[in-house]
């Protein structure tokens, strides 16, 4: 096959007229050559850090829809089926992976659970990260979330970095405001990226101590703006990710889009471009070709070095996307799952209390991280209540592996005027979380999800609309077009109900991951990511 472009030549910062010729799926030649065809070829995309569950998706078929977008490899982290399935749940991942051409390159999941203070579905201790690591389909050892573990010097945690330099694979970071000395033990342990950095002066930080940093713009955390200005000076050591992208989201664009962001804001298109499609493979040693000979065939043909509006996806020699089209197959698999509850009544969501004053949960727009806020509590016959009209709603955690008691506290900023919404993709152990401006409303949602074993719904008094998820309770059966389709229905219902948030799912997943400060809830509590404890409800 031969194919004929504008080569972008990213490392030797070069545009010229060329031939490329492909055979048995690797570039056997790159010849300069003058021709009409004014489209461009590069190197294709890679995401490098995404959990692909977060898509709601199997990886055969998110691959279906990433191509079309241009990207042709990921970086992966299966820890959200690991908490639930364990190490069987990570070989899903990468069995149902190797089914299409998209090259996912899965990591083993350092934190499962993430913390001793909620209930997952499994553990994964530094024996089982040992095994997974001497797999040749494991490539790195994923997020190390618990970093109060690696700067107090956990037995078990340095075990699990000592393994990943025992088989010579890079340690992925997960450092949210973590600066100074805790930052410079956290990188002397081994720890090599993050992806987690707010604000600019934070990464700023992390790049002058020699980690690398990933830009993350997903669907709920959103960190482009503050920290692509670093971009033209630290090129060589920065690259993009998603984290987590919704099904929705993933339909309309990937990392074309954070290329064209970055573009338009006059940064060099070679620097944009070696962050995208350069840096990745080479700090992970990724199975993925670069644009020379020799390598594999992974490339792709835009339309311009502005828009990247992607014309063609080739890996491995074979055209999977071309014009907005997917090539890729579906493939048949399995929903193996671990939701082991029987239905919830009211009363397991009351709170008798005669407090005053109650710790709330302030969620923030585009970010993980929430604000501790205190505010008037609202009772009704000696019981906590949601206060509609002051946006502090009720919310409950409920354990999905075992019947336990339900953990309630409150929450700002969703908004709902009514109804409510729950959902079993709560990272990272997903157990059930809820919204809701009643207890009725908020037991309808849960029992709902309970039914499906697994899913996002939203309830509205007799309406009431469910995505099941029966992949390990947080992955769908369906295609991505239709899980995409059916996940905007319930997105718009949420904010039909008064939500102003622009991804309320996606936001409410993150309401009970007690790794990312401040307040939290748990399936066992209210917990303080400062403190790095459980706090009371009342003040």
Avoid at 204 to 217: H, N, P, Q, Y
Wanted: charged share 20%.
């Amino acid at each position: 096959m031969q194919i004929q472009g504008q080569i972008v030549d990213i490392e030797n910062r070069r545009l010229y007229s060329g031939e490329i010729t492909v055979e048995n799926g690797k570039i056997i030649s790159i010849v300069e050559k003058q021709h009409a065809n004014k489209n461009f070829i590069l190197p294709g995309f890679i995401d490098a850090h995404i959990h692909i569950e977060s898509s709601m998706l199997v990886p055969s078929e998110f691959a279906r829809l990433a191509v079309v977008h241009g990207t042709v490899a990921t970086i992966s982290d299966p820890h959200e089926i690991a908490n639930v399935l364990g190490s069987d749940g990570v070989f899903y991942m990468i069995e149902n992976g190797q089914k299409v051409p998209l090259k996912f390159h899965f990591g083993a999941p350092s934190c499962v659970p993430a913390t001793s203070f909620e209930t997952a579905g499994a553990v994964i201790d530094s024996n089982g990260i040992k095994d997974l690591l001497a797999s040749p389909d494991i490539y790195y050892l994923a997020e190390m979330m618990n970093y109060p573990g690696v700067i107090f010097d956990d037995a078990e945690v340095l075990k699990k970095i000592q393994w990943a330099k025992h088989f010579n694979k890079p340690v992925d970071g997960h450092a949210p405001g973590v600066r100074g000395q805790d930052l410079q033990k956290y990188i002397s342990a081994g720890i090599t990226t993050d992806h987690e950095c707010f604000t600019y002066e934070e990464a700023a930080e992390k790049l002058s101590l020699g980690m690398k940093v990933i830009v993350r713009e997903g669907s709920a955390a959103k960190n482009f703006e503050a920290l692509i200005g670093l971009l033209p000076e630290h090129f060589e050591n920065m690259m993009f990710c998603s984290d987590d992208k919704h099904p929705d989201d993933l339909i309309v664009g990937h990392l074309n889009q954070l290329c064209q962001r970055a573009v338009a804001k006059g940064i060099d298109v070679f620097k944009v471009l070696q962050a995208a499609c350069i840096n990745p493979v080479k700090h992970y040693n990724m199975n993925v070709g670069l644009l020379r000979e020799n390598d594999p065939a992974d490339f792709i043909v835009v339309e311009d070095l502005t828009d990247f509006k992607v014309l063609q996806t080739y890996i491995d020699g074979k055209l999977v996307a071309e014009n907005g089209q997917s090539f890729v197959e579906s493939v048949a698999f399995e929903t193996p799952n671990n939701f082991n509850i029987s239905e919830k009544t009211i009363v397991d969501f009351t709170v008798p209390s005669s407090a005053q004053k109650i710790r709330v949960i302030e969620a923030l727009e585009g970010q993980l991280i929430t604000n501790e806020i205190h505010c008037p509590a609202k009772t009704e016959n000696g019981h906590l209540v949601s206060d509609v009209e002051n946006d502090i709603l009720k919310m409950a955690v409920v354990n999905r592996y075992q019947d336990a008691p339900t953990a309630v506290a409150f929450i700002k900023n969703f908004g709902l005027k009514r109804g409510a919404i729950a959902s079993s993709v709560a990272h990272d152990c997903h157990n059930i979380v809820v919204v809701g401006t009643s207890d009725e409303e908020i037991c309808k949602a849960v029992n709902l999800v309970i039914q499906n074993r697994g899913g996002i719904c939203a309830v509205d008094g007799q309406q009431s609309k469910v995505l099941g998820l029966p992949v390990a309770g947080i992955i769908s059966d369906k295609d991505g077009w239709e899980t995409g389709r059916l996940y905007q229905e319930i997105d718009a219902m949420a904010k039909n109900l008064g939500s102003p948030l622009k991804a309320p799912f996606m936001t409410l997943s993150f309401m009970a991951l007690l790794v990312i400060p401040d307040l939290k809830l748990s399936d066992k509590g209210l917990f303080s990511g400062k403190s790095f404890q459980f706090v009371d409800l009342s003040v």
